[in-house]
């Protein structure tokens, strides 16, 4: 079985040290040439995406890894300490784990964490998440305008823009990469 043909999508690849998340790949084939297959890579501790062709990366070594549901208990310092749902085991994981979801984690709340060899490597948020207001001016009508917003605190503790008509106690779904609301929970 060719490495094209062992390649899924969420897989962990180790290359020159490095361990690396397949996003995505499509194989290209032109006429009677061989066929290229593109990658698409994002670096586990940075989290920077690239792009490569398997010839690029000569020999790739599939790592183990799975993913388990971890129940995030509360903030020491720099660090976010995790539980693990099945086993009850605690970790501290520090910002190059955590990442950019380190300001929309929410306590006693459970999320996938990427692990490799036990050990917790990623945490994976989804693309929406559904978070509830805290803090939020009054509710207003906005007359004939509908893109009027306001500022709004969520139970994460960042403060995001919303319609005019959301009201402290409200669960909105905010979209994780660019922290914009999406919508009203119902």
């Given at each position: 079985m060719s490495i094209s043909e062992q390649l899924h999508k969420g897989m962990v690849i180790r290359h020159e040290g490095h361990l690396y998340a397949v996003l995505?790949?499509?194989i290209a084939q032109t006429g009677k040439q061989k066929p290229t297959v593109h990658i698409k890579l994002r670096d586990i501790r940075s989290g920077h995406a690239s792009e490569r062709t398997l010839d690029q990366l000569g020999k790739i070594e599939e790592v183990p890894s799975e993913v388990r549901p971890m129940q995030y208990l509360y903030a020491a310092g720099e660090q976010r300490v995790f539980m693990d749902c099945e086993s009850y085991e605690q970790y501290e994981l520090g910002p190059e784990i955590v990442g950019d979801a380190i300001?929309?984690?929410?306590?006693?709340e459970t999320y996938r964490v990427l692990t490799i060899?036990?050990?917790p490597t990623s945490v994976q948020l989804p693309s929406v998440i559904v978070l509830e207001v805290t803090d939020t001016a009054p509710v207003e009508h906005a007359g004939g305008s509908t893109n009027v917003q306001k500022e709004a605190r969520l139970n994460c503790g960042i403060t995001i823009n919303v319609p005019l008509f959301i009201k402290n106690g409200d669960k909105?779904?905010?979209k994780t990469d660019s922290r914009e609301y999406q919508g009203k929970e119902h």
């Open positions: 995505d790949y499509e300001d929309l984690l929410v306590e006693e060899d036990g050990q909105i779904r905010v």
